[in-house]
T-cell receptor
């Protein structure tokens, strides 16, 4: 049973560029959440997708957007990249109504903005 | 809003010694509590969680944590650490409401086990 898979694992962009990160949830999960983990910090919630809609959003600007596909996979897009967007981006999957359940995390996509 | 404070950013400890990683939280509503571990260049893995019932929770790899409501704490302990326990540990909370609410994490504690 494959867990949460993310791609790419590493990427380097320059300021002003745009980036797309991809996530496939654990089999049977229908909800995908994205977190940003800056160096030396804990993960911060970006947004959550369920039934192809953004359901909850953290304190991130509109430059951060996402999408969920019918097969539950998801993309995170960041436009007009800033140096401060350099971070590890983590995808987590879960069941929609299982607030007591475990979030399963992928290994992350490490973005470096130069 | 919820917040999580991990009182120690780094904890060095000798192999086979006990360790405690401290976590305090603040919330206006009841929360569920979690500890996650992150090994180098990997994602997060759940160690244990407190949902309700007994305040002493046992997790994987010999870790346990105790929920103290009056002190709003959820400290993580292990009686004897191994080199392989070297990692970053994150305490996190979620609102205790229906639906699927986001995790709010602390800044993490880096545990370094010394041979």
């Amino acid at each position: 049973d494959a867990g949460v898979t993310q791609s790419p694992t590493h990427l380097i962009k320059t300021r002003g560029q745009q980036v797309t990160l991809r996530c496939s949830p654990k089999s049977g999960h229908d909800t995908v959440s994205w977190y940003q983990q800056a160096l030396g910090q804990g993960p911060q919630f970006i947004f959550q997708y369920y039934e192809e809609e953004e359901r909850q959003r953290g304190n991130f600007p509109d430059r951060f957007s996402g999408h969920q596909f019918p097969n539950y996979s998801s993309e995170l897009n960041v436009n007009a990249l800033l140096l401060g967007d350099s971070a590890l981006y983590l995808c987590a999957s879960s069941f929609r109504d299982l607030n007591t359940g475990e979030l399963f995390f992928g290994e992350g996509s490490r973005l470096t903005v130069l | 809003a919820q917040s999580v404070t991990q009182l120690d950013s780094q904890v060095p400890v000798f192999e086979e010694a006990p360790v405690e990683l401290r976590c305090n939280y603040s919330s206006s509503v009841s929360v569920y509590l979690f500890w996650y571990v992150q090994y180098p260049n990997q994602g997060l893995q759940l160690l244990l969680k407190y949902l309700s019932g007994s305040t002493l929770v046992k997790g994987i790899n010999g870790f346990e944590a105790e929920f103290n409501k009056s002190q709003t704490s959820f400290h993580l302990r292990k009686p004897s650490v191994h080199i392989s326990d070297t990692a970053e540990y994150f305490c996190a909370v979620r609102k205790k409401i229906s639906g699927n609410t986001p995790l709010v994490f602390g800044k993490g504690t880096r545990l370094s086990v010394i041979a």
